[in-house]
Structures are given as structure tokens and as C-alpha cells.
């Protein structure tokens, strides 16, 4: 099959790609960029997606013909983004077939004698074209290629299910990491969580996909928080077609997920008595228990058989204190926090770490998927809080750092601009560095992850190690610093904004 269809393929043809666990999204075949290699051993075409600004470098066997599958996509895609995707399409092929049209009407102007003299023309250049050799990128699918996309068995074309490969997966031209390698030993020796998670997240989960694409649910999803994680989540529970009531505090982050078909609770208490899950994202451990607990919280809305997932950062003494009053009315809790930044919450690649009630981990799956990379089931309450709190009170160290390392490349007169590009050099190369790296250089701290929001983790993390008497010296130094900024009115800006800190001299 992926012989036949790649003999069938040719730069210029519009397509529906396949990338990951995204839907298919229309796109068309072109020229790769020069300096970008093709990945060994790859059967694969250079895709732009209509609608975005993404390219990738998609396999063959995630590719179908766009005009053959066109109708079979809109049924079982929705969503505005990808509806806009499809009018760019069709807008395309409506100024080509302009063009051609146009075209053709000034060529009724030009003599016979002419007319066989350009035929002659195109034919002897026809023929003289180097086999294989591509249209240019503009051009149109020819009929021929229809025609060969036609004569497979097309009821028997399905799209084949594809693994987490950080080759295809994330070899988006937007992002400016390169893709990643395990070593030998670390795949070799997984732990026990990892080999329980993966049997349960979601890769198992894509299992049950129809056509590759994410299976919604068919509970009804409530979600509470709208901030700048949360508001990513509920974005891509809508995309991927979840039934989604959303509330937020402040009435007016709603609207845009209105537009989009969400529905709208009044109170937290309405959103769980109306759901089957609900879950939510709060800035603290106070903001989560007051949502709860409060004046129609979700306390009010539990009875026997609802969910609730906190995917909020917690200390795990309020995760487990909110998991007692939960199960005490018969529901049922799962806490869930998530690795990752607004960015990564709008792109669907957060990683969910949660614990608790294993059923409903299970029952989340669709909603994890569409959330997430992956996601890891890490035993009883209060695992999944100690653990996000570690992987926060690395990242905060790792931020503070790095700004300190900038400001003391300016204050000895070295180029920072030197230092960022001799660090994407080595072994500290990462998106997260170059993000927060630029962000200082460039002077601009739009909040990606709050700095307050780090500040906070990295407090709770200390007071986690505290508790059983182990210091965290590094971490404390991290603190005092992300807390000076805090002072310099930094708290809604970034946490790389915590270099202000470290630049200012006593």
C-alpha cells in the first residue's frame, strides 16, 4: 500500500495529513526547505497545513487524496480552526481554477499557427523533463493523480495507527528543538510507573481510535478555571468534539468557549450536578479548597457515582483533604496536575500526572489525549502532587539559574546572545531554554507560566521537603530570589521575568 501510494504522490497535490494524534488536517505537498533534511529511512512527504503555520514531514501512509476524502472528513472532523482550514482550501483551488480560467481566454486570442507551435513547444519539453521530476509547488492534483489515488481499494485505506515519534510527532518547523533521543539504558530500564502509565495512557488509548482520530467521550465533561492552562484544555476538549460546560470565576473568559459550543454553569455546584467529570484548574491550594468547599462549590454538586479531577498544583495534604470530603458524599477523585505552559496547553502537549481512583483515570482517557502527550497513573492521592511539585521545584531552580548565568555574562562584559547560542549547543539545549532565554534577551515577559504561579510551587516543594526533615538548599536560594521579583511587581509577568531580580545590583 505505501508503495503504491507513494508512486501516487507528488509535490503540489492537496491532501488530508495524518500528524500524531491530531485529526486529519487538510495540507499540500511542497518543497522542504533546503537546510532541512528528510528523516532516514522515511517514506514521507514535506506537508504545509492549511489554516496554520505548521509544516511537517508526514509519512505516506498518513496521507489521502483531499478531493477523494473531502466529504468523509468534514462528517466525522469539527471544530472552527478546522473549518477555516478547509475554506483556505477551497479558496486555493478557486484561484487556481480563476487563473486557469483566465488563462485559457487569452489563449483564444493567439493564432492557430501558434497554438500548434506552443503545443509542439510543451510537448518536446514534456518529453524532455527528467523522470519523476515534480510540478512546481503551486500546481493543482492532475487528474492523473486522482485517478491513481481512485484505482486503490479505497474502502480498505485506513489510517494506521500511529506511536508517539519524535520524528513525526514533533517535527513541526514552528518549534526549534530538534528531536529528542532516549539513551539505550534509559529505555531498557523503565520504572514501574512509566510500564503501568503507558498500559493505561495514551498510547493504549489511540488504540481505540476510529481512523487514528481521539474517540470523545460520551460523558459530559464540566471544567472550572479558565486561566491560561486552563483555557487551553477546555480549547482542545471542544476541538476534539467532548460535550464541555465551562464557569469561571470572572464571567467573561467564557464567551469565546460559547462561540465554540460550550455550555455555561452559573456556579461550580451547577457544573457537577450537571456532569458526569468535572474537572478543574485553579492558581492554589487555598483558590482550590474555597472552590470546593465555598458558597455553591463543588462540594454541593457531589453525589454518589459524580467525578471530580483537581488539576491544579497542590501540596498533597490539600489534594488529599479535598479527596476525603469528595468520596465522603459518594463521589469519586482523581488529581490530576499537568507539566507544561499556556503554550503547550493551546498545543495539546501538556503531561498529566495523576493518582487516585484508577477507574476514573480510565474514564479520562479522551480527555487526556486531547489535552496531552502523555499521562501517567501514579498510584494513591497525594503521589501525583509530591511528584509535580518536584518536577516544578527542578524547573524554578533550573529558571533562576539560568537568569542568574545572563545577568553574570553582562555585568563581565560577555554577549549573552554568545552565551544563548553556545548553551543551544550542548547538552542544556532545549525549547524551554531557547523560550526563556529569548524572552530575556528580547526584554519581553509575556506570562507563559506565572512567575508567581513558579514561586508558589517552588514554596510548597520546600515546606514538602521540610516535612520530613530533608533541605532543599538549592531550591530555597531559587525561592528568595523568584520572591525578590515578586516585589518588583513581576508577578503576572513570566517567570523568566525573575532575571529582573538577579539583574538588580544591591
Not at 470565576?249 to 460559547?258: A, I, V, Y
Amino acid at each position: 500500500m505505501a508503495a503504491t501510494t507513494t508512486a501516487s504522490l507528488r509535490v503540489g497535490d492537496l491532501v488530508w495529513g495524518k500528524l500524531g494524534r491530531y485529526p486529519p488536517w487538510p495540507g499540500k505537498i511542497v518543497n522542504p526547505p533546503k537546510d532541512l533534511k528528510k528523516p532516514r529511512g522515511r517514506k514521507c512527504f514535506f506537508i504545509k497545513f492549511f489554516g496554520t503555520e505548521d509544516h511537517a514531514w508526514i509519512k505516506v501512509d498518513q496521507l489521502k487524496s483531499y478531493h477523494l476524502h473531502k466529504e468523509e472528513m468534514i462528517k466525522f472532523t469539527k471544530g472552527k480552526r478546522f473549518q477555516q482550514a478547509v475554506d483556505a482550501v477551497e479558496e486555493f483551488i478557486k484561484s487556481k481554477v480563476s487563473a486557469l480560467t483566465s488563462s485559457e481566454e487569452k489563449n483564444k486570442h493567439i493564432s492557430s499557427e501558434d497554438k500548434r507551435h506552443n503545443s509542439s513547444t510543451d510537448i518536446s519539453e514534456h518529453n524532455t523533463r527528467k523522470r519523476g521530476r515534480p510540478p512546481k509547488e503551486d500546481s493543482l492534483p492532475e487528474p492523473s493523480t486522482v485517478k491513481r489515488w481512485d484505482a486503490n481499494p479505497i474502502a480498505a485505506y485506513k489510517w494506521k495507527l500511529v506511536k508517539d515519534d519524535p520524528h513525526f510527532h514533533h517535527f513541526l518547523l514552528s518549534q526549534s528543538e530538534k528531536p529528542g533521543s532516549c539513551s539505550a539504558i534509559i529505555q531498557k530500564l523503565k520504572t514501574t510507573a512509566e510500564e503501568e502509565a503507558e498500559s493505561t495512557s495514551i498510547q493504549a488509548a489511540d488504540s481505540t481510535a476510529t481512523n487514528g482520530n481521539i474517540i470523545p467521550t460520551d460523558k459530559r465533561i464540566g471544567f472550572l478555571g479558565l486561566g491560561l492552562m486552563g483555557s487551553g484544555i477546555v480549547a482542545n476538549l471542544l476541538k476534539m468534539g467532548h460535550i464541555v460546560t465551562v464557569w469561571n470565576r470572572t464571567g467573561e473568559k467564557c464567551d469565546p468557549f460559547l462561540h465554540e459550543g460550550a455550555g455555561l454553569g452559573r456556579t461550580p455546584a451547577e457544573v457537577v450536578s450537571t456532569c458526569d467529570i468535572t474537572l478543574s484548574c485553579i492558581s492554589d491550594p487555598k483558590a482550590a479548597k474555597d472552590l470546593v468547599l465555598g458558597p455553591s462549590g463543588v462540594l454541593q454538586g457531589i453525589r454518589p457515582g459524580k467525578c471530580y479531577v483537581d488539576m491544579s498544583t497542590l501540596d498533597p495534604e490539600t489534594s488529599t483533604e479535598i479527596s476525603q470530603v469528595i468520596t465522603s458524599r459518594g463521589g469519586r477523585y482523581l488529581e490530576a496536575p499537568v507539566s507544561g505552559n499556556r503554550q503547550l496547553s493551546e498545543n495539546g502537549m501538556l503531561v498529566i500526572l495523576a493518582a487516585g481512583d484508577k477507574a476514573l483515570f480510565d474514564d479520562c482517557s479522551s480527555c487526556f489525549q486531547a489535552m496531552g502527550k502523555k499521562s501517567f497513573y501514579l498510584g494513591e492521592v497525594g503521589n501525583a502532587s509530591k511528584m509535580m511539585l518536584i518536577v516544578n521545584m527542578i524547573l524554578g531552580s533550573f529558571m533562576a539559574s539560568v537568569a542568574e548565568g545572563f545577568t553574570l555574562a553582562k555585568i563581565v562584559s560577555q554577549s549573552q546572545d554568545v552565551l544563548l547560542y553556545i548553551l543551544s549547543q550542548g547538552p542544556l539545549a532545549c525549547a524551554f531554554l531557547d523560550q526563556k532565554c529569548q524572552s530575556i534577551l528580547q526584554g519581553s515577559f509575556k506570562p507563559d507560566f506565572l512567575l508567581k504561579h513558579i514561586q508558589k510551587d517552588l514554596r510548597l516543594a520546600i515546606a514538602m521537603g521540610d516535612s520530613v526533615n530533608h533541605s532543599t538548599p538549592v531550591a530555597a536560594a531559587a525561592n528568595e530570589v523568584f520572591k525578590k521579583a515578586k516585589t518588583l511587581d513581576q508577578s503576572e509577568n513570566d517567570m523568566s521575568a525573575v532575571y529582573l531580580a538577579c539583574n538588580q545590583r544591591p
